[in-house]
């Protein structure tokens, strides 16, 4: 009886658990948010689509990842369109699935991923316009990865412990995402023309995954070398290439100026990162040495920050207090008052912030906070790119 009453607390905690984190990401309307003090300029703003949002999933490097793409769409003056961010999911599991069987079982299977993994579904599977391919099954109104997840991990664990794997696996694995996912077709019309996922993405969004590059910064791998940067959504353990901490935000502020939009991960769990208020910054001390004051205006107006060197941002990274939790798009700068200066950055969660879907990153979080960026080779100078 007492084990009974032990599992029910433990589902209460949860559930409530859940809904304060819906209520502070996804429904920030309902909260009533004190007047800004704050007086921002723009210096840069790029182009970029509307802001979308990706409900209770942990789908943000492909919404962010498509949302980058769209940009750079615009960027080669072609028509942006609106690319199925679940089609990118759907086929990041197959690919998954394959690198879990290949190692027996030995990694992670949910739909979280890796801002590379958007390019390399591009070069392997295509994209289709979101039109086509919703990810949501006739009759439904959300996607159903919950329960995905726990069948996929059911039926790939059982193809493990047989110790014998059909040659059918992969449409048997097609078979169940079509279950929780919907169908994708093989052939969709588009501006009046019919194409395929590969032909859309070779006619219609003409990117090249190649022309991309993937950055981090550790301070335990050689500088301006590529290694695997061992985190856990990196399943296809990809290689990125590792930089100096000082040197992000050049690289971002660089690329931003010639015209190129960059997309990153970074950690979102932080006191200092506000979605309704859509501020991001550094405190220079802890919430539990602030006054009640202080904690109250925090995200109004200007505040000093912290600065952080190489070896905190590992210490932070090595003790889990960084994790690559959430991806965002940068598309510009503005500063504040004080001459401060921000990134904007476009999220995934719908439009209701201050900003309407956007968040100012201050430059001190993101190269304390980022865990990657992803960009167009030609947005390097050419002395870095060398480099590389």
Same mark, same amino acid.
């Given at each position: 009886? @007492?084990?009974?009453?032990?599992?029910?607390?433990?589902?209460? #905690?949860?559930?409530?658990?859940?809904?304060?984190?819906?209520?502070?990401?996804?429904?920030?309307?309902?909260?009533?948010?004190?007047?800004?003090?704050? #007086?921002?300029?723009?210096?840069?703003?790029?182009?970029?689509?509307?802001?979308? $949002?990706?409900?209770?999933?942990?789908?943000? !490097?492909?919404?962010?990842?498509?949302?980058?793409?769209?940009?750079?769409?615009?960027?080669?003056?072609?028509?942006?369109?609106?690319?199925?961010?679940? &089609?990118?999911?759907?086929?990041?599991?197959?690919?998954?699935?394959?690198?879990?069987?290949?190692?027996?079982?030995?990694?992670?299977?949910?739909?979280?991923? /890796?801002?590379?993994?958007?390019?390399?579904?591009?070069?392997?599977? =295509?994209?289709?316009?979101?039109?086509?391919?919703? =990810?949501?099954?006739?009759?439904?109104?959300?996607?159903?990865?919950?329960?995905?997840?726990?069948?996929? $991990?059911?039926?790939?664990?059982?193809?493990?412990?047989?110790?014998?794997?059909?040659?059918?696996?992969?449409?048997?694995?097609?078979?169940?995402?079509?279950?929780?996912? =919907?169908? #994708?077709?093989?052939?969709?019309?588009?501006? =009046?023309?019919?194409?395929?996922?590969?032909?859309?993405?070779?006619?219609?969004?003409?990117?090249?995954?190649?022309? &991309?590059?993937?950055?981090?910064?550790?301070?335990?791998?050689? &500088?301006? @070398?590529?290694?695997?940067?061992?985190?856990?959504?990196?399943?296809?353990?990809? /290689?990125?290439?590792?930089?100096?901490?000082?040197?992000?935000?050049?690289?971002?502020?660089?690329?931003?100026? @010639?015209?190129?939009?960059?997309?990153?991960?970074?950690?979102?769990?932080?006191?200092?990162?506000? !979605?309704?208020?859509?501020?991001?910054?550094?405190?220079?001390?802890?919430?539990?040495?602030?006054?009640?004051?202080?904690?109250?205006?925090?995200?109004?107006?200007?505040?000093?920050?912290? @600065?952080?060197?190489?070896?905190?941002? /590992?210490?932070?990274?090595?003790?889990?207090?960084?994790?690559?939790?959430?991806?965002?798009?940068?598309?510009?700068?503005?500063?504040? /008052?004080?001459?401060?200066?921000?990134?904007?950055?476009?999220?995934? !969660?719908?439009?209701?912030?201050?900003?309407?879907?956007?968040i100012y990153l201050t430059k001190e979080y993101v190269r304390y906070k980022s865990t990657a960026l992803m960009l167009h080779k030609d947005a390097l100078e050419?002395?870095?790119?060398?480099?590389?």
């Amino acid at each position: 009886m @007492k084990k009974k009453n032990w599992i029910i607390l433990a589902i209460i #905690v949860a559930t409530l658990a859940a809904v304060a984190i819906l209520y502070r990401f996804y429904y920030p309307k309902h909260i009533k948010l004190l007047k800004s003090e704050f #007086v921002f300029t723009e210096l840069i703003r790029l182009k970029s689509t509307t802001v979308k $949002n990706q409900g209770a999933s942990n789908t943000c !490097w492909s919404y962010t990842g498509n949302s980058f793409l769209e940009s750079e769409m615009i960027r080669m003056g072609r028509d942006p369109v609106a690319i199925s961010p679940l &089609y990118t999911v759907r086929k990041a599991y197959l690919e998954r699935a394959r690198n879990y069987l290949r190692l027996h079982g030995g990694l992670k299977l949910n739909e979280g991923g /890796q801002l590379h993994d958007v390019m390399q579904i591009l070069r392997l599977h =295509g994209a289709m316009p979101r039109a086509a391919y919703t =990810g949501i099954k006739a009759g439904k109104s959300s996607s159903n990865f919950r329960g995905l997840r726990t069948v996929l $991990n059911s039926t790939l664990s059982s193809m493990v412990k047989s110790r014998e794997l059909k040659s059918s696996w992969e449409q048997d694995v097609e078979l169940l995402m079509d279950d929780y996912l =919907g169908q #994708v077709p093989v052939n969709f019309d588009y501006k =009046g023309k019919s194409y395929t996922a590969r032909s859309f993405a070779d006619q219609v969004i003409g990117i090249d995954p190649d022309q &991309y590059i993937h950055i981090a910064s550790v301070t335990t791998a050689p &500088y301006y @070398k590529s290694f695997v940067f061992l985190i856990p959504d990196n399943w296809s353990f990809s /290689q990125f290439f590792n930089l100096p901490m000082e040197e992000l935000n050049t690289v971002i502020d660089q690329a931003l100026k @010639k015209g190129f939009t960059v997309a990153c991960t970074v950690d979102i769990s932080e006191p200092g990162f506000s !979605w309704p208020y859509g501020i991001a910054y550094v405190p220079q001390k802890s919430t539990s040495k602030m006054t009640e004051e202080e904690k109250k205006m925090q995200f109004i107006r200007p505040q000093p920050e912290r @600065k952080v060197d190489a070896m905190e941002r /590992q210490s932070a990274f090595d003790a889990w207090q960084t994790t690559d939790d959430h991806a965002l798009h940068i598309i510009g700068i503005l500063k504040d /008052q004080n001459g401060k200066e921000y990134y904007i950055a476009k999220n995934s !969660w719908g439009r209701g912030n201050a900003f309407q879907g956007f968040i100012y990153l201050t430059k001190e979080y993101v190269r304390y906070k980022s865990t990657a960026l992803m960009l167009h080779k030609d947005a390097l100078e050419p002395s870095l790119e060398n480099k590389l």
